[in-house]
Nanobody, 116 residues
Framework: QVQLVESGGGLVQAGGSLRLSCAASGSVFIVNVMGWYRQAPGKQRELVASITRGGSSNYVDSVKGRFTISRDNAKNTVNLQMNSLKPEDTAVYYC??????????WGQGAQVTVSS
């Protein structure tokens, strides 16, 4: 089992920045890909960004150039730096970890609200 604890998020004006952090504990040795998903009211959960243990990252088109995902394997943490935030970025953001067998683990969620 892997436990994920998120921190960060909050309320910011459009154009501002926020940083999300996620700390993994438990059987972290099974984790390969870590990432961030988000879910806005009335919408499906979508992948925002992901990063492999080797550092290869992937972003949804809508955040490319604005968000940066980073990972510290020694500390078992993954961060999401969000710049130039837009109202459409408002959502609950979830940390995700994928095990070697494809199993998914989720954090509790962090609210990000961007006001116009």
């Amino acid at each position: 089992q892997v436990q994920l604890v998120e921190s960060g998020g909050g309320l910011v004006q459009a154009g501002g920045s926020l940083r999300l952090s996620c700390a993994a504990s438990g059987s972290v040795f099974i984790v390969n890909v870590m990432g961030w998903y988000r879910q806005a009211p009335g919408k499906q959960r979508e992948l925002v960004a992901s990063i492999t243990r080797g550092g290869s990252s992937n972003y949804v088109d809508s955040v490319k150039g604005r968000f940066t995902i980073s990972r510290d394997n020694a500390k078992n943490t993954v961060n999401l730096q969000m710049n130039s935030l837009k109202p459409e970025d408002t959502a609950v953001y979830y940390c995700n970890a994928q095990g070697t067998l494809g199993e998914n683990y989720w954090g509790q969620g962090a609210q990000v609200t961007v006001s116009s």
